[in-house]
C-alpha cells in the first residue's frame, strides 16, 4: 500500500508541475477552458505561445501520461503478484484514485486556480473575473469522478484478482 501511496503522490506532483508550466506552452482556449465560463471567456482570445512551445506542452503532457499509464500497470502488476483478493485490491486501486483526486482538488483546483492568481500572471485580462471567486466552479464534475471511481476500481479489481479457468 506504500508503494501505491507514492505512486499517486508522484503523479500528483507531475500533474502539478504540467498544470503550473501549460500556460506558457499551450493555447488559451485549451488551458482555460477547465475554468469557470467568465474567465474562459475573457481569455481565449489570449495570444497562443510559438508552435515550438506548444509542441513542447504537447511532449510533456504525452510524458505525463506516460508515467501516470505506467504507474497504473505497476499497481496492477504489484496486485497480481502479491496474489490480493477482490477487496484488497479494490483498496489499494482507491487509494491510488482517491489521494490523487484529493492532491486535485485541494492544491490543484483551491489553491493553484482559485488562490494563488497563478493564471492570472498569464491571462491579465481575466483578473476583474467573478470565477476567481467562485470555489465550487468544477463540484459537479469532481462529483462525478469521485462517484464513477468505485466502479472503475471495482471493475478493475475483478479483472485483476481473477483466476484463469474459473
Known amino acids: 500500500m506504500k508503494q501505491t501511496v507514492k505512486r ?10 504540467l498544470v503550473i508550466v501549460l500556460p506558457c506552452l499551450a493555447p488559451p482556449k485549451l488551458v482555460l477552458r477547465f ?29 505525463f501520461l506516460g508515467c ?21 485490491a479494490f483498496k489499494r486501486l482507491a487509494a491510488f484514485l482517491y489521494v490523487e483526486k484529493a492532491f486535485d482538488i485541494i492544491v490543484l483546483d483551491q489553491f ?13 485580462e481575466t483578473k476583474d473575473c467573478a470565477g476567481w471567486h467562485n470555489r465550487g466552479w468544477n463540484n459537479r464534475q469532481q462529483a462525478a469522478r469521485l462517484l464513477l471511481y468505485p466502479i472503475f476500481c471495482a471493475v478493475q479489481s475483478h479483472l485483476l484478482t481473477k483466476k484463469n479457468g474459473k
Open 8 to 17: 499517486s503522490l508522484m503523479v500528483s506532483v507531475m500533474m502539478s508541475l
Open 35 to 63: 475554468l469557470p465560463k467568465d474567465i474562459y471567456e475573457a481569455g481565449k482570445d489570449h495570444p497562443a505561445p510559438s508552435k515550438k512551445r506548444q509542441m513542447l506542452g504537447h511532449i510533456l503532457t504525452l510524458l
Open 68 to 88: 501516470f499509464i505506467r504507474c497504473m500497470k505497476k499497481n496492477a502488476d504489484e496486485i497480481r503478484r502479491e496474489d490480493l483478493s477482490f477487496g484488497e
Open 112 to 124: 493553484l486556480c482559485m488562490t494563488s492568481g497563478w493564471y492570472q500572471r498569464f491571462y491579465p
